[in-house]
């Protein structure tokens, strides 16, 4: 079984760090280099200290974003998730997969049961996951085919929230400026080529054949709500004046 392969073969992947440190951050912050205190307090604190959540962080995807009313200015984002439960995945990312790598955001990502139960209004903050997975630019570095497409089966039909904090594709060299929600694509056409073609062969993966193997992948049709960009209603955070906020209880 498709299942029982990925089981045995997934910790392999693990401990080679398949698909992994091979995208440096985009950003270079300033600061003093680590001390040797530093470094040894680092080490005591890994040896010492119980990680659990970061320990359930065992899922690795690469994708894109755009800011949800900006469609020219995109990212790649490398997702390291955990799965709460069959409905309820967090993800924190990321703007490469080395040392150095930056954190850029968060996702949250629904299964379509629960975006269901969810207010109009709060589904015009979330998009689809059904183009980035039937597409091949939704991918899980590092694990065997057959894993990923059993992995691809599972997200096409759920839904994701994310939030940036550090906008990467600026050349920021610290988190500056408001936090923005992003969206996903959902056309051929809307991701810019290159950021594709350089993520590929970072990752030695070819998104035709991506798209070819995920063929049988059912494409599930939308919520209503999702992807509310696509008609013109879009929400972005904002700055508001000290009155504003006073007004709304803030």
Not at 50 to 58: A, G, H, I, Q, S
Request: hydrophobic fraction near 35%; glycine fraction near 8%; aromatic fraction near 8%.
């Amino acid at each position: 079984m498709r299942v029982a392969k990925f089981i045995l073969i997934a910790p392999v992947c693990w401990l080679l760090s398949c698909g992994g440190e091979n995208t440096s951050s985009y950003v270079k912050s300033p600061g003093q280099e680590k001390t040797p205190k530093t470094k040894i307090l680092e080490t005591g604190a890994d040896v010492l200290q119980d990680k659990t959540p970061l320990k359930r962080m065992n899922m690795y995807l690469d994708g894109f974003h755009f800011y949800n009313g900006n469609l020219k200015g995109q990212m790649e984002a490398h997702h390291y998730c955990t799965k709460i439960n069959e409905d309820l995945t967090q993800c924190v990312m990321f703007d490469g997969n080395g040392e150095n790598a930056k954190i850029m955001g968060v996702e949250y990502i629904v299964s379509e049961k629960l975006f269901k139960t969810l207010p109009m209004a709060e589904r015009e903050l979330w998009h689809s996951h059904a183009y980035e997975v039937k597409s091949g630019e939704l991918i899980a570095p590092g694990i065997p085919d057959v894993a990923e497409h059993e992995l691809m089966e599972q997200i096409v039909s759920t839904y994701g929230k994310v939030i940036h904090t550090w906008h990467t594709d600026r050349d920021l060299e610290l988190p500056m400026g408001i936090p923005q929600i992003m969206m996903g694509f959902t056309k051929d056409g809307q991701l810019h080529p290159k950021l594709l073609t350089d993520r590929d062969a970072r990752f030695k993966v070819n998104n035709k054949q991506k798209r070819e193997q995920r063929a049988d992948i059912p494409m599930p049709k939308p919520v209503p709500g999702a992807n509310a960009w696509e008609q013109g209603k879009v929400k972005q955070l904002q700055v508001t004046s000290q009155t504003e906020a006073s007004a709304h209880g803030h």
